[in-house]
């Protein structure tokens, strides 16, 4: 089955009737940004490594107005209850619901003036984005409510500079408000992304690339495979990975400018680490040297993506999946079914794991076949049915109306 993905007038539309139904006033506006895929670069945002995503063309859009009463009123056609907090009560786990990614956003916009000002807003949210499939709806919903709130304090559209306080902002509304961790990869690609292009971000110097990426042209589509299976444990599985490489970076020595990546023989130094402190050595070893090589296989990808070489981007593709299931043990079986359904074509997982869904490099006209392979395999299995979509690269967050 494919995802349906709205146009965007509709988009727009649907957000102003949600408004329209539960609030009095009339939205100033509809600002909208986009989940994303990550092509490849997995679990290294926290490590100073180097990730390869694109901004889908699927969009969360919000409908805002802005109030004097101080609160933030905000309401989801994904949710069944509009939330109402005032602004001072927002900080670490309050709201203690989705409301968190959005009253959390304008928490932290204003505290690092990210966001100027604001004395309440009324947001009314729907969303094309797949939510909890590893394409990011958590970032797309952060990212839409952060440009809204900033044109609205300041009369105009973020540039560069701002957004990258956005950025900011965002990650601090999702690490600090909801607790999950984040390594600004999602939020960096939603506020960033360009129609055409994939973004090459390297999170040790913190420059960020754009890399042509047009699929179209050279017959090749990519297929996003969403398991559906329910993620389980993933908040703290994904907390306890990313434990181990903060652990590690940390008894390592690295830090600003001298990340894991800088550091000669990581993985044998983080081993002898781990030994002295009694820890899992073997453990240690294959989540250090999933990063060091996730990482190095990254940098190859952006030049093969460069070189227009997709066949060896494929390649690495493969290579990360098989990495991120045997090193860093954040796949599930739906999500190597998916993968060994894709066969010999380029095939990841990704996201961070744990369920979510699969990227497939393929030939256009190969597409129905490899959607019927992956979908017989779930069935055989007795899977949840997949579900798909075939991602573009879209622009990143902006006005709608
Ligand atoms: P992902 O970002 O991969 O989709 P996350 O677990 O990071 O998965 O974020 C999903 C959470 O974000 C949801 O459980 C919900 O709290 C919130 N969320 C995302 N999109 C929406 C939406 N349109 N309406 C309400 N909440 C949303
Ligand atoms: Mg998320």
Redesign the pocket.
Known sequence: MWIKTRSNDQLVADAKALFDKHFDAQPVGVWAAP?RVNLIGEHVDYAGGVSIPFALEQN?AVAVATRKDGKLVMV????DEPVSVDLAAVGPGSPD??AG?VAGTVWAGLKDGGIPSCAGLSIA???D?????????????ECSTAVAAYELATGHAPDDAARARLVKACMRA?NEVVG?STGGL?QNASLFGKRGHALELDFSSGALDLVPFDLAARGKVLLIADTNAP?SL?DGQYASRRGVIDDVQEALGAGPGATLRDIPDAVDRACAWAKDTGRDEDVVRRRVAHVVEETARTLEAAQALKEGNLDRFAELMRDSHLSLRDQYEVTTPELDSVFDAAGQLGARMT??GFG?AVIVLLDQDKVDDTVAAIESAAKDRGFPEPTFLVALPGEGARRLA
Request: charge should be negative; proline fraction near 3%.
């Open positions: 989940g969360t989801s056609d994904a949710a619901n989705w990614y949210v729907t969303s984005v797949p939510v909890g499939s590893g394409l990011s709806s958590s970032a797309a919903l999702e999950a999602d993620h993933s996201g961070g979510g």
